[in-house]
């Protein structure tokens, strides 16, 4: 891998691992900066759009107080497109209940001149 490369692949890590901060902190407007207009979310429940996720947010339905990379992710830059993948737990409160998650997530993120914005994610339980 080229030293380019390489720095690609730390800039997307520093993007997640910011985005992750970002959910942590229950912000959002600091979330939606790191979100395309067009994003969702796909996960066992369905899929859900980003003004959804961002309301159960804003509304305080939905906290987070961890969100921690386990392992080494995956990353893959295309150009102006990469896709990061991790296994990713998380606490999280929804309507006041507590749930503790062990997820793989796959995000894909599009450079434009903003930066580097997500504009797809896709969440899976860990089994086993």
Request: glycine residues 8%.
């Given at each position: ?6 720095d690609l692949v730390a800039e997307i890590r520093a ?6 901060e970002a959910v942590v902190s229950n912000d959002s ?100």
């Open positions: 891998m080229t030293s380019g490369a390489l993007v997640a691992r910011g985005w992750a407007a600091r979330v939606a900066g790191f979100m395309a207009d067009e994003w969702v979310i796909v996960s066992d429940s369905g899929i859900t759009t980003r003004a959804d996720f961002l309301e159960l947010i804003s509304s305080g339905e939905l906290t987070h107080s961890a969100m921690d990379e386990v392992g080494e992710p995956l990353i893959q830059v295309y150009g102006d497109t990469a896709v990061y993948t991790a296994r990713v737990t998380n606490t999280a409160h929804y309507q006041g209940e507590r749930f503790d998650a062990d997820e793989w997530t796959t995000d894909v993120f599009v450079r434009d001149a903003r930066g580097w914005r997500c504009v797809r994610s896709h969440i899976a339980t860990v089994k086993g």
